[in-house]
């Protein structure tokens, strides 16, 4: 599942960056279905990212920025409870 990520990342840099920002979208909603996400993941999913937005952009290239989007879905205990593919 990580590599799947990592390239939906990588293939979707720009519109996830859109969506993620305005903390919603198609990008932002299927990366999140791909970390198995349900509707209440997703919902929260999409609020984290946006306020992180910045952090998760602010290092260089998609495989970078999954790494942080997965630190932040580890820390978090909702998205832990929501999400059924965090890796």
């Not at 932002?28 to 919902?43: D, K, P, R």
């Not at 992180?52 to 999954?66: K, L, T």
């Amino acid at each position: 599942a990580a590599s799947a990520q990592q390239s939906f990342m990588l293939n979707n840099y720009a519109s996830l960056s859109k969506d993620m920002a305005r903390g919603q979208g198609e990008s932002l909603t299927a990366l999140a279905s791909s970390f198995g996400c349900n509707s209440q993941g997703i919902e929260r999913f999409s609020s984290i990212m946006q306020q992180r937005h910045s952090d998760i952009f602010a290092v260089p290239g998609a495989v970078a920025s999954w790494r942080v989007v997965s630190d932040i879905m580890h820390a978090d205990a909702d998205l832990n409870a929501h999400c059924s593919q965090i890796i």
